[in-house]
């Protein structure tokens, strides 16, 4: 950091200030992990400096002597680690990766089934503020008013209505598990393809914490940094029968030159992701989520379907009298970072909803176990109960920041 240091000492003190923060505060978005320093030393490599546009061996470039291998590498790790028939490691991140199998199968005007965004459907599965519904005919099915769990009938129901081209499944905010199976049959009965978003839960899968989605899908997407713990990417696996439509519109549909160091780092990332330690920290994920969940209903917090079997809980705080905004803002000031977030047929705008999603991905990674994760429960109830007390958020504050230096977090000295 030295060179950043001289040259733009405004930056460094940034990037420093941040740092400060990752290592202070306990992050408990759910979409956040920290990287390991490997992941980061790649992300920051010299591949930066090269332009590949193409796949390897086909490139429009030349001195792609070294980068092939890297691109090379890091699809044939995606393969073994997912057991894909077919991987594009280029997308630049979630959003255009799903962007791209919308290019390879759909026209204008084609429909599409996927989650509504206030039910925890993604951006992109639809929402009428993207590009996925202003170019495309978008059907959103939702979550049962009763359960909070996915109906599948509706599902199949909706599907029976609209035809759509593709269906998918995925979210960004849903606390269990997804029956792939059951998304199969759906699409099979009405002649859809089936894309599953797996960009929250990827790691899981990784770590066989969460069932794959890749024997049943057309189509898998996922981001590379949320559980996955790699870079800010994405990948695309896909039947081989899809591989070049998949490729054509990822280059040249989309996107230009791929980022080779990024690249380079989710090969590093795959690489530890088929470990047994990441098996271990893919359970552990888990565990610590139910912990949480466990602490926070005895403590009378109302959890979307009544707890977790991933990374996340979603948390409605309407029986707490405060907004989502509220309770993020106050547990953000004491250290707990979180987001506010819609719960299924929420009330209130999307501006400041009645929800919290918190996830336990990134506080995973620097160590904390079933035992922290009580005691961050019993922060969170002690900011939600009173998030006006500024000397009380002032204290845990200061709670949380000595607690978070036994955890030291890779990558952050
Ligand atoms: N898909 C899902 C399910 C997500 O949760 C997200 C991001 O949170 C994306 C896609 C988009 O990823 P990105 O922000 O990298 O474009």
């Known amino acids: 950091m030295d060179d950043i240091r001289q040259t733009d000492p405004d930056i460094y003190d940034l990037i420093k200030q941040e740092e400060r923060r990752q290592f202070d505060k306990i992050r408990l978005i759910a979409s956040e992990n920290y990287v390991s ?12 400096n090269k332009y590949s546009e193409g796949y390897p061996g086909r490139r429009y470039y030349e001195g792609q002597q070294i980068i092939d291998q890297v691109e090379r590498l890091a699809i044939e790790r995606a393969i073994d680690l997912f057991d894909a028939e077919h991987v594009n490691v280029q997308p630049y991140s979630g959003s255009p990766a799903n962007l791209a199998v919308y290019l390879a199968f759909l026209k204008p005007g084609d429909t599409i089934l996927g989650m509504a965004l206030p039910h925890g459907g993604h951006l992109t599965h639809g929402a009428a503020v993207s590009i996925s519904g202003r170019y495309f005919q978008a059907e959103h099915y939702t979550l049962s008013r009763e359960t909070g769990l996915i109906d599948y009938q ?6 029976r209505q609209c035809r759509p081209k593709i269906i998918i ?35 899981l899968v990784a770590g066989g914490a969460h069932p794959s989605p890749v024997p049943w899908a057309d189509v898998v997407t996922t981001t590379t940094h949320k559980s996955l713990r790699g ?7 896909c039947k081989r029968e899809y591989g070049a439509a998949i490729d054509k519109a990822v280059f040249p549909g989309i996107q230009g030159g791929p980022h080779n160091n990024t690249t380079a780092a989710m090969a590093v990332a795959f690489r530890e992701a088929a470990t047994p330690e990441f098996a271990d920290y893919a359970g552990q994920i888990v565990k610590n989520a139910r912990a949480l969940a466990e602490t926070l209903c005895k403590r009378g917090f109302d959890l979307i379907t009544g707890g977790t079997d991933n990374h996340l809980l979603l948390v409605d705080l309407t029986n707490k009298k405060v907004t989502g905004k509220q309770a993020a803002r106050a547990l953000d000031m004491a250290g707990l970072v979180v987001n506010y977030n819609a719960v299924p047929f929420d009330k209130r705008k999307p501006g400041n909803p009645s929800g919290i999603r918190i996830g336990t991905s990134a506080v995973t990674t620097r160590g904390f176990k079933e035992a922290e994760m009580f005691q961050v429960g019993e922060w969170i109830n002690a900011v939600v109960s009173e998030p006006e007390n500024e000397r009380l958020i002032t204290e845990i504050g200061a709670d949380v920041a000595a607690f978070c230096k036994a955890f030291p977090p890779p990558g952050i000295a």
């Not at 490997?38 to 591949?47: K, M, P, R």
């Not at 499944?169 to 978003?197: C, M, N, Q, T, W």
């Open 231 to 237: 870079p800010r990417g994405a990948i695309i696996m």
């Open 37 to 48: 320093s490997a992941v980061l030393q790649a992300t920051g490599s010299v591949l930066t």
């Open 154 to 159: 509706q599902i199949l129901e909706k599907a």
């Open 169 to 203: 499944a995925g979210h960004s905010a849903y606390p269990r598990i997804l029956d792939f199976e059951k998304f199969r049959e759906i699409a099979d009965e009405v002649g859809a393809l089936l894309l599953v978003d797996m960009a929250h839960f990827a790691g």
